[in-house]
């Protein structure tokens, strides 16, 4: 019989040692598969199946981005229903006169802001999957019982309630992201959620048109609207509480290759993803971190655009000389331009590895559009102008909310983070149903150069943040290259994190 190694020696050296490499490479990956722990983060990446992960992520995008896009639809639909049933007739049947409607577009953020940054944090302890079924179903019968109000101070309570409910929705989607996602996918991944707001937008005009027209058990249009987009909205309880995952690693959809692989990407990510206990400094962190204020400023900022423009965009379009009907299915190819553009932006964007570029060119788009809308008295400068604005209004809050996300390592201190910089952000909508009144339309002045001055704010919080993350890179790569490591530094003051610019 021959002998093995007499054989391997008639081999030249370099495939011998070729050999012995793969037979090493082999060892080791069923190593990393028996004791993830023992390597290193960065080691363990490398031993990621790509074309596996390629097919895992697959997946996740046809189970996960479909129900949390049909979620915000949804939310967003109900939220902004409120426009479309008061030229149904709801402004005469309870009596919204004077400055009456706008009241009720602003209370909607009240108490949306106030939840926001104690629900993120609870989303963990309750698990995904039943935080957002259960707030589906209790704002799916809120949405229901608007059909019924009778009177303009029941519709202020629904309206209470129905932003109380919502505010814990949006950051809850925006955590779960985090935690399913690596930081170089999750901007492309948020940008499905702004997608189906811009949805919403352009078809829901058309939607509310047509339910309009039911006239059936001695309910008004305007009441079927609310009925029948309640009804819609309670689908998203079975597919939050059956089909989500609280734990990708344990996805039902996942094979158990896929599973693997889904644990080394968790594994990869530790410093990211942090430690999964409670712990109150982690609180902490995030309220004394300086830049979730600078990104809670240009959150302000560009929710500011994003809630004035989508708002009033069918006043805007119909005081260019369309009727109502006319008004709404116009606006349809200005969000989808919108829609286009972020996803685009955000693909970019996350195969760049980069934010604050397209962040400050939406800036600059939208500052453009703005001036148009204020300064010409063409309408077809005007409706040219509403594209414009259309293509940087979802790329400036979509992608600074996953500039946030990738900046801050750690789970309960992102939850915070996020929770803290939307609270901020969405008072924005408190502000926009009060400058962008009706007695300004359609040229809305006030509400323009009011936006336009928050754009600019914007640009400066933008660039002041972009210098500031590269500087701390800088400084970590001279201590680094120093061989100075502080082993007291966690999550994303750790030395060997590098903030997303």
């Known amino acids: ?28 990956k069923q190593n990393v598969q028996q004791n993830i722990e023992s390597f290193e983060p960065g080691e363990v990446e490398n031993f990621i199946d790509k074309n596996i992960e390629k097919g895992a992520l697959k997946k996740m995008d046809l189970v996960i981005s479909p129900i949390i896009g049909f979620l915000y639809l949804m939310a967003f639909l109900d939220r902004s229903n409120i426009g479309n049933a008061s030229v149904a007739g709801m402004s005469e049947s309870l009596k919204l006169y004077n400055e009456r409607l706008n009241v009720a577009i602003s209370i909607f953020y009240v108490l949306y802001i106030l939840v926001e940054t104690p629900s993120v ?15 589906s179903l209790a704002w799916s019968v809120v949405v229901l019982c608007s059909g019924f109000v009778s009177s303009y101070g029941g519709l202020i309570v629904t309206r209470l309630i129905l932003g109380m409910l919502e505010g814990c929705l949006f950051p809850a989607l925006n955590l779960y992201l985090t935690t399913i996602y690596t930081r170089e996918e999750q901007c492309q991944r948020l940008s ?17 048109y047509a339910l309009e027209q039911v006239r059936a058990g001695n309910k008004a249009g305007w009441q079927w609207i609310y ?29 158990k290759q896929e599973r693997r692989v889904a644990r080394l990407r968790n594994e990869a990510n530790l410093r990211y993803l942090g430690e999964q206990e409670f712990e109150w400094k982690e609180i902490h962190k995030a309220f004394k971190d300086p830049k979730v204020y600078v990104s809670a400023v240009s959150q302000f900022c560009a929710d500011m655009v994003l809630y004035g423009f989508s708002s009033f965009l069918p006043t805007i379009v119909k005081g260019l000389g369309y009727t109502g009907l006319q008004s709404n299915y116009m606006t349809i190819p200005v969000y989808i331009a919108g ?26 788009i939208l500052a453009i559009g703005y001036i148009i809308l204020i300064a010409s008295n063409s309408n077809a400068a005007k409706f040219t102008a509403c594209f414009i604005v259309a293509i940087g209004c979802y790329i400036g809050p979509g992608m600074n909310l996953g500039w946030l996300n990738n900046n801050v390592a750690g789970h309960y201190k992102r939850a915070t983070a996020i929770g803290i910089q939307q609270t901020i952000a969405n008072s924005s909508g408190i502000v926009a149903g ?56 966690t999550g994303d003051y750790a030395d060997d994190f590098r903030y997303f610019l």
């Open 121 to 135: 944090i609870l989303v963990k302890h309750v698990r995904p999957s039943r935080m957002l079924a259960f707030i």
């Open 1 to 28: 019989m021959t002998d093995p190694e007499s054989v391997m020696s008639s081999y030249p050296k370099s495939i011998t040692t070729s050999t012995q490499d793969d037979m090493d490479s082999m060892e080791k």
């Open 192 to 208: 499905y959620l702004f997608c189906a707001s811009g949805l919403a937008g352009a078809f829901g005009g058309l939607f509310a």
């Open 434 to 489: 009060q400058i962008y009144r009706s007695t300004s339309a359609p040229r809305y002045i006030l509400g323009h150069s009011f936006t336009l001055g928050c754009v600019v704010v914007g640009l400066i919080s933008y660039i002041v943040l972009f210098f500031s993350l590269r500087h701390s890179n800088r400084k970590r790569d001279e201590r680094c290259a120093r061989g100075e490591f502080d082993p007291t530094l």
């Open 339 to 364: 829609v286009l553009a972020f996803l685009v932006a955000a693909y970019a964007s996350d195969r760049t590895k980069l934010r604050s570029p397209f962040l400050i060119s939406a800036s600059l």
């Open 227 to 255: 009925i029948v987009e309640g009804l819609i909205s309670f689908i998203g309880v079975p597919l939050s509480l059956f089909l989500l995952p609280d734990n990708i690693e344990k996805s039902w959809f996942l094979n």
